[in-house]
């Protein structure tokens, strides 16, 4: 491996900063603890890391259940739920210390917000020739989407309705609306919405206005009025597939009337584990791979993108970025 560099110790050992959630709606910048890289390493020099304002707002308001405390540990977190933990999934950096091969490689890893960390060589994913590493951030949320996409069973000529105009059900829009024949909209109660997703190539409704025929409805809002719009739209014998994640909140639902008459199949989607029809011939790193192929494709995407952030202001401006009904839709946190 190439010799120390400038932010590691003379043991050889590599020393970062790192975001922390600390209590309910509050951050701050810590010393990460050093880490020294094994032969079958690489140190990973942080470059951008996104911000799901979904997962990571449920995070920093607390709100993961107690019964889902250890199947919501992200790779490389530490800390446990509440507080404090160090959470999040979407970095992308330069290999700066590993394998001669690999060196200058720009990767994406599920890891925190950190300025540098060592990694197994393994979980440093290289970017596709042509991907932006900014837009590399969107990786995660695009493999929710590659996955609510599978859950949905969307084929050509399928009428679809996307419930929740955020980054996950913009990508996961944008995703179906590649099958020949579809008809895609998205409903969102917020008007600005429609911009983005109309750049994207979408039709955008209010929620009021959906039709009532969808062949498969999906959930992406994180809030119940926007589920009860998914079953509302489910034509006969149609699909809704939930992709909310609620956290602590509690949920009630219209199952009464004609819910059971239209014979609707209601389903979960997450994307912590593949799909059953998949895993025979699917891994983690297969589906990965595809998510940064179609975000490489798709330069649009970088709408998504907002309020890059220096990692230094992240504790005193990301409050009000998480805070529900904000106007951002992926911030980016930057690194010197």
Known sequence: MPGKRRGDRKDGSVTAQALWTISEN????RDAS????????????????????????????????????????????????????????????????GPASRIGQICFALHPHQTRTVLPAVAAHPLPEGLPARRAVLAANMETAVNIAWDSGAGPGDRVLVVGAGVVGLL???????????EVAVADIAPDRAEVAEALGLAF???????????????????????????ASAGQGARVVEASWHGTADVSLPLGGA?????????SSQVGDLPADRKPRWNYARRLGLALR?????PVLDRLLTHDIPLADAPDRLPALLAPGADALCPVLTYP
């Open 26 to 29: 509050r951050f701050a910048v």
């Open 34 to 97: 050093p880490a020294l890289a094994g032969p079958g390493d690489v140190v990973l020099r942080a470059l951008y890391s996104g911000i799901s304002r979904g997962t990571e707002g449920l995070v920093a308001r607390g709100a993961v259940p107690d019964s889902e405390h250890e199947r919501m540990r992200c790779p490389n977190q530490e800390g446990d739920f509440p507080f404090p933990v160090k959470y999040g999934y979407a970095l992308v950096g330069e290999i700066v210390q």
């Open 172 to 182: 996961t829009a944008h995703v179906l609306s590649g099958i020949p024949g579809t």
């Open 205 to 231: 409704l209010h929620p009021d206005q959906t039709p009532p025929d969808r062949d498969i409805a999906i959930n992406t809002s994180a809030s119940a009025a926007g589920l009860r719009c998914a079953l």
């Open 259 to 267: 819910f059971h008459a239209r014979r609707l199949a209601l389903v």
């Open 294 to 298: 179609l975000l490489r494709d798709a």
